[in-house]
């Protein structure tokens, strides 16, 4: 019966992760083989899809994701790997679709959401 052997640890340092064609998906920085610091993924052609930091293999502060048309998709802070703080989300027009906080992984205060002509369409309060 053949087995299939363990996947490498990655080293220490910086590295580059690829699509199965070879193309770059991802490079950042390792530490005890896990992601640790700067990292920014890639769409198959070429443009940025995500960049943000990892602590110990788990996202951590400040992350942004990029629609593969270009533009923001949404952006946010994650905290002991869960989002915590400001967020806001796009719609496919550049518009603001919503924006508001997290605390700890769940909503909080207040929450305004926006139609793709960027008009206010809910206002919510999260407690």
């Known amino acids: 019966m ?3 052997p363990p996947s490498p640890v990655p080293p220490d340092g910086p590295g580059t992760e690829l699509f ?8 950042g920085s ?3 083989g896990l992601r640790q610091g700067a990292w920014r993924f890639y769409y198959r052609n070429g443009q940025l899809k995500a960049a943000g930091s990892y602590l110990a293999g788990e996202l951590d502060g400040y992350w942004e994701w990029h629609r593969e ?3 923001f998709l949404q952006h946010g ?3 002991d790997q869960v989002q915590d703080g400001e967020w806001t989300r796009y719609h496919s027009t550049g518009a603001v679709l919503d924006h508001g906080w997290y605390a700890r992984g769940r909503k909080t205060g207040e929450w305004v959401t926006y139609g793709p002509d960027g008009v206010e369409t809910r206002r919510k309060t999260y407690r």
């Not at 199965?20 to 490079?27: L, M, R, V």
């Open 2 to 4: 053949a087995t299939t």
């Open 69 to 71: 048309g270009g533009g």
């Open 30 to 32: 390792y530490a005890g």
């Open 20 to 27: 199965t064609d070879g193309k770059t998906s991802g490079e």
């Open 77 to 79: 802070s994650f905290m």
